[in-house]
């Protein structure tokens, strides 16, 4: 019989150990809570109106059609048993438990608050398509009310954005709403100058971009400032609430930027299944809750587990799309029976894109920033996103929006904005219910109207 590989997650980790097993003699049975592989690279062009959400994240199930020892089941893991060694999946009212020969785990990583979960509530993250369809409705909403307020503070007020973690995806994101505010809407309002927006990004560091080293760290704090972006550094977010962000400075001296619109892009939280898997097998848990692999990224004293990516913490490797790749890859390796060798990541550079044509790049050493960086940006981007159809209209719509000033998805639904608060104060208990509880709640629905 062949061997049984369960993979958990449908992200860079999952979805390439499921391909590097293609010609494999295994049974694979992918498991992901959500139905589609996400590329986070580009969820900030979602948010901003560039790119739909379809474009980022492939149907799994589609990518994998023709890779006929590949099954996918939709379904949130909540346990993994390593004695069993069995997989507990969740969808809606139904359990599916999964045994395994071979394990890998790629569940990736959350949002973390630092402690504060409080600001969550006005300040969503960028994790996730619901994330980024929020975002992008509150973002266009907020030129939306300035049109409607009368009061100038107020005005003000919807008209001041603010990006907190000037990591990429905070430099990404301010840098898109500034070219939003300053190319894309003009003239679509008859009482507002979008153009007037102001665009704050905050960090506690004394850098942006800190990773990318002095040079291109000072080049993108420049181009920022060009394009119209206030950059606030060793400034410690305090507090986040419906009037704005308050921020503190090196003195301890504390101020409020008002403001509606709020984004949080910094620091991560690993999926908890770390937290399980280290409880069954005494192995540690950093504080951003990943799990220690051993070298070759499978758990001590279970060389059938092996988690890679976001959710693993390995050599200090950073949380990148490739170390993800390259870990899945490996562990593919040793699961088709190849000697069990330490993963050695290999860097093939980073990149963040600050407004259109100017990007920063680091690679082998080797640094550039502005146009080229740009086009090297474009480049690997086109090549990794998923899908003959994605790329082409990928590309279409970064015409329209670099070489002209539209934004082709501007849609946004009042569910889109308020689920995630409405389901929160619903709580904890709310549940979707059974297949037939739902059934039933949408024929009644259907026959009130
Ligand atoms: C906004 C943003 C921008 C980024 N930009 C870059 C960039 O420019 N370059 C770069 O290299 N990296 C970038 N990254 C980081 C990169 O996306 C991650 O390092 C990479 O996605 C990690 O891959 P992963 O497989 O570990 O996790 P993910 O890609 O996050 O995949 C996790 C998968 O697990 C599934 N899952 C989670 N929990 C469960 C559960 N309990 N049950 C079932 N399934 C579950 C999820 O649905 C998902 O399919 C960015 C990240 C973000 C958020």
Redo the contacts with the bound molecule.
Sequence with gaps: MAKRVVI???????LFAAKALRRADVEITL????GY??F??L??QVATGILSEGEIAPATREVLKRQKNTRVLL????DIDVAARTVT?QLLDRTTVTPYDELVV????GQSYFGNDQFARHAPG??SIDDALELRGRIFGAFELAELATDADEVDRLLTFVVIGAG??GVEMAGQISELARRALVGDFRKIDPRTARVVLVDFAPEVLGSFGDHLSASAQRRLKQIGVEVQLGKKVVGVDRDGVTVEDEHGSRSLIPSFCKIW?AGVSA?P?GRRLAEQTGAEVDRAGRIATLDDTSLLGHPEVFV????ASLKHYP??????IQG?RHAAKIIEGEERTPFVYKDKG???TVSRFHAVASVKGLRFSGFIAWLLWLAVHIVYIVGFKNRVTTVMHWFVSFLGRGRSERVATEQQVLARLALEQVGDSFSLGSEAQIQERTSRTAKVR
């Design positions: 958990i997650g449908s992200g860079f980790g999952g498991i992901a809570k959500t592989h996400l986070q690279p969820l900030y379904g949130e893991v909540t999946s790629a569940a990736g990583a960028m994790k990429p995806t892009a999926s299944l890679v990516g976001d959710m949380g990148v799309a490739q170390v993800a899945a980073s990149m963040a």
